[in-house]
């Protein structure tokens, strides 16, 4: 079975400032994709980005990076130069052959100015 | 570009009423889902499809039903609406249930039952 654990309930940072957002995952599944998703206060949810189990790089999508260590089973999102407009439920999520999208219960980001 | 979408956006019911949330996408997706989320709980996987004709159950599927006959429609229906079926409910969808395929979410309809 998959599972996803987030264990930040809630993070705060400094506008300007980096942040990182913890996911580790569980899977015995050798092919799989971990991705991230942004949820503001409107409620929508909006991909962020997308890593692949066989990717031999971390993935970067502008602010966003995600910090993947294989053998450790982490998916970190790292969000450089963080802005008020940052602040949202972050959901950390996994994909494997199972076919079915889990995600983890999120971390609620708060930006201070 | 409409995407997922998404009806109603908000909808209260009395306990044993029956209804459907509706959800639609105009992207040619084969795979669609539908969630839950519920307060510190994430999302979890009520139901989804792999394609018409094809439906299978997620993580939470009891007191719902879905169907498939199009591709580009997949209606989750409450049979007898429980108050713990109050939540917010997500319909995605993605091209084909790869690993890499990214989902792609509704809006969300907040469902409330008295």
């Known amino acids: 079975a998959q599972k996803i654990t987030q264990t930040q309930p809630g993070m705060f940072v400094q506008e300007k400032e980096a942040v990182t957002l913890d996911c580790t995952y569980d899977?015995?599944?050798?092919?799989?994709?971990l991705f991230w998703y942004k949820q503001p206060s409107s409620g929508e949810m909006i991909f962020l980005i997308y890593?692949?189990?066989?990717?031999?790089q971390n993935a970067t999508e502008g602010r966003y990076s995600l910090n993947f260590q294989k053998a450790r089973k982490s998916a970190n999102l790292v969000i450089s130069a963080s802005q008020l407009g940052d602040s949202a439920m972050y959901f950390c999520?996994?994909?494997?052959?199972?076919?079915?999208?889990?995600f983890g219960k999120g971390t609620k980001l708060t930006v201070n100015p | 570009n409409a995407g997922v979408t998404q009806t109603p956006k908000f909808q209260v019911l009395k306990t044993g009423q029956s209804m459907t949330l509706q959800c639609a996408q105009d992207?040619?997706?084969?795979?669609m889902s539908w969630y839950r989320q519920d307060p510190g709980m994430g999302l979890r996987l009520i139901h989804y499809?792999?394609?018409?004709?094809?439906?299978d159950q997620g993580e939470v599927p009891n007191g719902y039903n879905v169907s498939r006959s199009t591709t580009e429609d997949f209606p989750l229906r409450l049979l007898s609406a429980a108050p713990s079926q109050t939540s917010v409910y997500f319909c995605?969808?993605?091209?084909?249930?790869?690993?890499?395929?990214?989902?792609?979410f509704g809006a969300g309809t907040r469902l409330s039952v008295l």
């Open positions: 995605a969808s993605s091209q084909a249930s790869f690993t890499k395929n990214i989902q792609y």
């Open positions: 899977t015995s599944d050798p092919s799989y994709g």
């Open positions: 890593q692949g189990s066989y990717d031999q």
């Open positions: 999520a996994m994909r494997g052959g199972s076919e079915k999208l889990v």
């Open positions: 992207m040619n997706h084969e795979y």
């Open positions: 499809s792999v394609g018409a004709g094809i439906t």
